[in-house]
T-cell receptor, first 114, second 115 residues
Framework: KAGVTQTPRYLIKTRGQQVTLSCSPI?????VSWYQQTPGQGLQFLFE???????NKGNFPGRFSGRQFSNSRSEMNVSTLELGDSALYLC?????????????FGSGTRLTVV | AQSVAQPEDQVNVAEGNPLTVKCTYS??????LFWYVQYPNRGLQFLLK??????LVKGSYGFEAEFNKSQTSFHLKKPSALVSDSALYFC?????????????FGSGTRLSIRP
């Protein structure tokens, strides 16, 4: 079956712009989590959605937002982009809430802010 | 607070030799432990997990990991390394059954296998 699909794979944006990233989970998976990966900070948790509801949010400013649709697809939006937002954004899906389910990650969207 | 440490930024091994990637953790309660691998420009791929049961866990691509409660370690091992094993490896831990927000990832260890 198809894996986790993230689009686009690469993005270049200018400071001050906004961006929307998309994640399609594995069919049947209802949980979607987002992470930011940078060389300096490693993997940092952004949000977790389950059944269209945000269940948890990491320590990121309000410029970072997300949502999940009824088909479990999720989008992440970053407004007023800053240079420090340049990172690989990873989405992970799971069949349920809880770490024992295991997570399948997408290939990520590499965002570069110039 | 829970934490996970990967003390080596890089591990270099000759092809055919055994490899070990180290991971230590600190959690309150029973740990759930995971190993993931990341190839260039790709997301993380799940290798194996320990939740309960046998301390030796076998995973994908011939990897295994040993849970050692007394040393709070969960080292990743493989008896014979392949060049294709070269990648970035992440250890992760959560305190028992937790949501994604409670899973802590290590800083990663770059594994380099030389032919």
């Amino acid at each position: 079956k198809a894996g986790v699909t993230q689009t686009p794979r690469y993005l270049i944006k200018t400071r001050g712009q906004q961006v929307t990233l998309s994640c399609s989970p594995i069919s049947g998976h209802r949980s979607v989590s987002w992470y930011q990966q940078t060389p300096g900070q490693g993997l940092q948790f952004l949000f977790e959605y389950f059944s269209e509801t945000q269940r948890n949010k990491g320590n990121f400013p309000g410029r970072f937002s997300g949502r999940q649709f009824s088909n479990s697809r999720s989008e992440m939006n970053v407004s007023t982009l800053e240079l420090g937002d340049s990172a690989l954004y990873l989405c992970a899906s799971s069949s349920g809430l809880g770490s024992d389910y295991g997570y399948t990650f997408g290939s990520g969207t590499r965002l570069t802010v110039v | 607070a829970q934490s996970v440490a990967q003390p080596e930024d890089q591990v270099n091994v000759a092809e055919g030799n055994p490899l070990t990637v180290k991971c230590t953790y600190s959690v309150s309660g029973n740990p759930y432990l995971f190993w993931y691998v990341q190839y260039p420009n790709r997301g993380l791929q799940f290798l194996l997990k320990y939740i309960t049961g046998d301390n030796l866990v076998k995973g994908s691509y011939g990897f295994e990991a040993e849970f050692n409660k007394s040393q709070t370690s969960f080292h990743l091992k493989k008896p014979s390394a392949l060049v294709s094993d070269s990648a970035l490896y992440f250890c992760a831990v959560s305190s028992g059954y937790s949501s994604a927000s409670k899973i802590i990832f290590g800083s990663g260890t770059r594994l380099s296998i030389r032919p």
